[in-house]
C-alpha cells in the first residue's frame, strides 16, 4: 500500500512539473525567475514616491531646462508604454505625441497614468509565452528581443527612481520606504 502511495505521489508531482501554463513556464527561465518580483518592487516604489510628493511640487524642477516632479512621471508612464509598443501591445493614442510630458501635469492624472503604465507592463508580461521572449523586435531600426525589452523597461524605470529620490530630498521629502510607511517586498 505504501509503495503504490509512493508512486502515485510522485506521478501527481511530476503532473504538477508539467502542467504549468505557458506564462509560468516562462516566468521560469532563466532571469525571469526574479523579474516579476522586481517588477513588483520597482512599481511599488513609484507610486508611493508619486503619491507622497505633495501636488504643489509636481511642478518643480532643480534647474530650467530639467524635467520637473510631473514631467518625470510621465516620462516613466509614456516610455512604459512605448517600450512595452515594441513587443506589440499598442500604446494608448493620447500618448504618441511629443509633448505629453508637458501638457498632462496634474497630479492625479500624472499618477493614474503611472499606474496604468505599470500594470500595462505587468499585464503583458503575464501573458508572454516561453518562445515570446527569444522573438526579435526593432527598436530605433536595431533588433532586439523581447526579453532585452523588457529588462530596459525595468532599468529605466529604476533609473528614474534614483532622480526621483534625488528631487524628493531637495525638497524635504523623505522616500516613504525610508521612513517606514512603505515596506519594499
Given amino acids: 500500500m505504501l509503495k503504490r502511495l ?10 504538477t512539473l508539467h502542467a504549468q501554463t505557458p506564462a509560468e513556464a516562462a516566468a521560469n527561465e532563466g532571469i525571469w525567475q526574479g523579474y516579476d518580483g522586481e517588477w513588483r518592487y520597482v512599481s511599488r516604489l513609484l507610486v508611493s514616491m508619486a503619491e507622497a510628493i505633495p501636488a504643489d511640487k509636481y511642478g518643480w524642477r532643480p534647474e530650467p531646462g530639467v524635467r520637473s516632479v510631473s514631467e518625470v512621471l510621465m516620462h516613466i508612464a509614456q516610455s512604459n508604454y512605448y517600450l512595452l509598443s515594441v513587443t506589440g501591445p499598442k500604446m494608448p493614442p493620447e500618448l504618441a505625441s511629443n509633448d505629453v510630458e508637458k501638457k498632462i501635469v496634474s497630479k492625479p492624472e500624472v499618477v493614474a497614468y503611472l499606474r496604468r503604465s505599470l500594470e500595462a507592463v505587468k499585464a503583458a508580461r503575464a501573458q508572454l509565452k516561453p518562445g515570446d521572449l527569444q522573438r526579435k523586435v526593432k527598436i530605433y531600426g536595431e533588433p532586439v528581443n523581447v ?27 523623505v522616500p516613504p520606504w525610508s521612513a517606514g510607511t512603505v515596506l519594499p517586498k
Avoid: K
Fill in 6 to 15: 509512493v508512486f502515485v505521489a510522485l506521478l501527481l508531482g511530476a503532473y
Fill in 147 to 173: 526579453d532585452g525589452m523588457y529588462l530596459r523597461i525595468i532599468c529605466h524605470d529604476n533609473e528614474h527612481m534614483g532622480q526621483l529620490i534625488a528631487y524628493a530630498r531637495m525638497n524635504g521629502i
